[in-house]
Nanobody, 117 residues
């Protein structure tokens, strides 16, 4: 079955950086677009970024564009999210996911990112 394991979250000051990683198994990683989604405290799940199957194209939510970079390694079955210039409003649990990403079965357990001074 689909297994997605996120890591790399933590506490960081505003303006800081984090790199999230996601190890994928149980499905054909290289044939699936992959997503990062997040859920802030008291809010619903929202899409952050998506990358196509070969990593040649990516899209971002407007609030993170220019600060976050999604990437993938299809040899290692890994997905990444480089987050720079973090803001308090980026505080959330971050999940990597495959389509359909709203389905909990297609997401990992998440990693907490807290941006606070």
């Amino acid at each position: 079955q689909v297994q997605l394991v996120e890591s790399g979250g933590g506490l960081v000051q505003p303006g800081g950086s984090l790199r999230l990683s996601c190890a994928a198994s149980g499905f054909m990683f290289s044939r699936n677009p992959m997503y990062w989604v997040r859920q802030a405290p008291g809010k619903g799940l929202e899409w952050v970024s998506v990358i196509n199957v070969d990593g040649g194209s990516a899209n971002y939510q407007a609030s993170v564009k220019g600060r976050f970079t999604i990437s993938r390694d299809n040899v290692k079955n890994m997905l990444y999210l480089q987050m720079n210039n973090l803001k308090p409003e980026d505080t959330a649990v971050y999940y990597c996911a495959k389509d359909p990403w709203p389905d909990p079965a297609n997401r990992g357990q998440g990693t907490q990112v807290t941006v606070s001074s």
